[in-house]
C-alpha cells in the first residue's frame, strides 16, 4: 500500500534562517506531488506541484521553493524565513491512474513556527 | 476564477444530532470531489465522488455529489464528540497536474 511520509513534524526557526521540509512516498511510482501551506482557521493553499523528476511548479509567488530530485521525494526550501512563513505544511501525492488519481493523501503535516 | 466555497463556516451540535455540511464548486475541468476531516494535524481522507446522484457511506458518515447544481453534501448522522473536527472540501482538476482548490473548512463542534 502506498504512504507517504514528511519531517520534520515541527520545527521553531528564527526569522532569516533557512528551511527544508522533506516528504517521500512509498507503494507508487511517478506521483503527482504537491506542497500545501494552511494557515489558522483557513482552507490549503497549494504552493507547488511537481509531475515528476525535477519538474516543479510553483502556485504562488513566495519565499519558498521545492525541489524533486527523486521520483518520490519532495523538498521544500527556504534561504531565510519570514514571519508570515509560519503556518502548516503538508506534503500530498496523487497517483496518475486509477481510483487514486482522482484523490490526493497527505502526509502527517509540519507546524513551522518562524520567531 | 476558481472557487469552492463551504457553508456553514461553523456549526455546534449535541450528541445525537444529525448534521449537513454543504461544498459549492465552480471549477473549470472538474474530475472528482473529496471530502477530509481535520483535527488539530494532517486532514484525512473521507470521500471521493465523481458521479453525480451515488451516495458513498462509511458508518455515519455519507456524501453525495450533484453535478447539476456544481455541489455536494456531507451528512453525519447520530454525532459524537468524536465528530469534532475540521471538514475540508476540495475540487479536484482533471488535468496531469491534478491540481485542487480547497474550501475554508466547516468547523464542526458536538457538545455532550
Known amino acids: 500500500s502506498q504512504t507517504i511520509h514528511q519531517w520534520p513534524a515541527t520545527l521553531v526557526q528564527p526569522v532569516g534562517s533557512p528551511l527544508s521540509l522533506e516528504c517521500t512516498v512509498e507503494g507508487t511510482s511517478n506521483p503527482n506531488l504537491y506542497w500545501y501551506r494552511q494557515a489558522a482557521g483557513r482552507g490549503l493553499q497549494l504552493l507547488f506541484y511537481s509531475v515528476g523528476i525535477g519538474q516543479i511548479s510553483s502556485e504562488v509567488p513566495q519565499n519558498l521553493s521545492a525541489s524533486r530530485p527523486q521520483d518520490r521525494q519532495f523538498i521544500l526550501s527556504s534561504k531565510k524565513l519570514l514571519l508570515s512563513d509560519s503556518g502548516f505544511y503538508l506534503c500530498?501525492?496523487?497517483?496518475?491512474?486509477?481510483?487514486?488519481?482522482?484523490?490526493?493523501?497527505f502526509g502527517e503535516g509540519s507546524w513551522l513556527t518562524v520567531v | 476564477e476558481d472557487k469552492v466555497v463551504q457553508s456553514p463556516l461553523s456549526l455546534v451540535v449535541h450528541e445525537g444530532d444529525t448534521v449537513t455540511l454543504n461544498c459549492s464548486y465552480e471549477v473549470t475541468n472538474f474530475r472528482s470531489l473529496l471530502w477530509y476531516k481535520q483535527e488539530k494535524k494532517a486532514p484525512t481522507f473521507l470521500f471521493m465522488l465523481?458521479?453525480?446522484?451515488i451516495e458513498k457511506k462509511s458508518g455515519r458518515l455519507s456524501s453525495i455529489l450533484d453535478k447539476k447544481e456544481l455541489s455536494s453534501i456531507l451528512n453525519i448522522t447520530a454525532t459524537q464528540t468524536g465528530d469534532s473536527a475540521i471538514y475540508l472540501c476540495?475540487?479536484?482538476?482533471?488535468?496531469?497536474?491534478?491540481?485542487?482548490?480547497f474550501g475554508d473548512g466547516t468547523t464542526l463542534t458536538v457538545k455532550p
Open positions: 465523481t458521479s453525480s446522484g
Open positions: 476540495a475540487a479536484l482538476y482533471n488535468t496531469n497536474a491534478g491540481k485542487s482548490t
Open positions: 500530498a501525492w496523487r497517483g496518475g491512474t486509477g481510483s487514486h488519481g482522482n484523490t490526493i493523501y
